[in-house]
């Protein structure tokens, strides 16, 4: 399989080569360059109607986005989506499995827990809804198989995009420090994940070690490794199931496999995706617009042409202007696209940008 080639059904084919569909001839639509393709994650729900959600993505397809990942399971907003012309990708969350009642009511054993032996199940840091299963063990990455291979077998959709495939933030990015009236200058025991009976257990059988006994775990790296390798083969896992079923698997991913591998343990330049959205969100880490290129030119870098990677850009700190540079700014860096967060966000200036940006 060609996997610079992201698309899967005919009508995304047809969009890839930049073939107006048949409804929108005539609208004074130019079409985006076959080249740098633009996404936006969409939070899916039932509060819209059919003719709404419609109107919504033919808005979108007017601004040259070609590509859509929705979360939720609602059938509505993927109906609509494809009959706008839309490439539609089902967005999920993985590890952090705070909406998942089964697997907190049945398996609480399953949910990571930190230096000071706290489970996220029953004390999430940082908010309310992080609550992640531990990625070593094997009950679980059955159970996430068997989500994702539900979720590829629907017909509709062209592919699965991966959200929270990671531990819990060790360190939050700078920006976000004073939100949670925080200073972390290194690795708290708080905020340090996984030190569950498996993870020390299997680490301990590899290396002969009990992590919970390393002095500064933070230096140790055959501790971070494992804890890398760990997130790792559950992609392995799920992408072989996506696949399996026909479909494109993608990711949303830290900034810059740097960062990623510091702050989340998420070593995704070496995972086997379709394609990556890295989250350049650049006010979370107190950097301006520019900053968007260095961190796109350092995952393309790392991903070696193996994959298209399509930078992901926050709206709520992007001015109408600032998002045409952050689109020009991303695609001489070598982004195969951008994707934004979210399409609610979209204002009609937004749109005009985009049509500029990439006309």
Request: with cysteine; net charge negative; glycine share 6%.
């Amino acid at each position: 399989m060609n996997r610079r080639d992201f698309f899967q059904s005919a009508s995304a084919a047809t969009l890839g080569l930049g073939i107006i569909p048949a409804g929108l001839m005539g609208c004074g639509v130019r079409p985006p360059s076959r080249d740098f393709r633009l996404w936006t994650w969409v939070h899916g729900n039932n509060e819209l109607t059919s003719d709404e959600w419609r109107d919504r993505f033919q808005r979108i397809w007017h601004a040259n986005i070609r590509g859509v990942l929705i979360s939720g399971n609602e059938p509505t907003p993927v109906e609509a989506a494809r009959s706008a012309g839309l490439e539609v990708h089902r967005w999920s969350w993985i590890l952090n499995r705070n909406g998942d009642s089964w697997a907190k009511e049945n398996h609480p054993e399953w949910f990571t827990v930190n230096r000071n032996g706290e489970s996220t199940l029953d004390q999430p840091p940082y908010v309310n809804y992080y609550r992640w299963v531990c990625p070593t063990r094997s009950p679980v990455r059955a159970y996430l198989k068997g989500v994702v291979e539900q979720i590829a077998e629907d017909p509709s959709i062209d592919g699965v995009h991966l959200d929270y495939i990671r531990h819990s933030d060790v360190i939050l990015p700078v920006g976000l420090w004073s939100r949670y009236d925080l200073v972390q200058d290194r690795e708290y025991p708080e905020f340090d994940y996984c030190y569950c009976d498996v993870c020390r257990q299997t680490f301990s059988a590899e290396t002969g070690v009990d992590p919970m006994a390393l002095r500064d775990p933070s230096s140790n790296v055959a501790w971070r490794e494992f804890r890398w390798n760990s997130v790792t083969e559950v992609v392995r896992i799920l992408a072989d199931a996506v696949r399996d079923r026909g479909k494109r698997i993608s990711a949303a991913v830290f900034p810059t496999p740097t960062i990623a591998r510091t702050l989340v343990r998420q070593d995704w330049e070496r995972w086997p995706l379709d394609a990556f959205f890295p989250m350049v969100y650049h006010n979370f880490y107190d950097e301006t617009v520019p900053w968007v290129g260095a961190a796109t030119r350092e995952g393309v870098a790392a991903l070696h042409g193996s994959a298209p990677l399509y930078t992901g850009l926050y709206l709520p700190s992007l001015a109408p202007d600032d998002l045409a540079e952050a689109v020009r700014t991303a695609r001489a860096a070598g982004a195969s696209g951008v994707s934004l967060f979210e399409m609610g966000g979209l204002t009609d200036a937004h749109l005009a940008s985009l049509r500029e940006a990439t006309a």
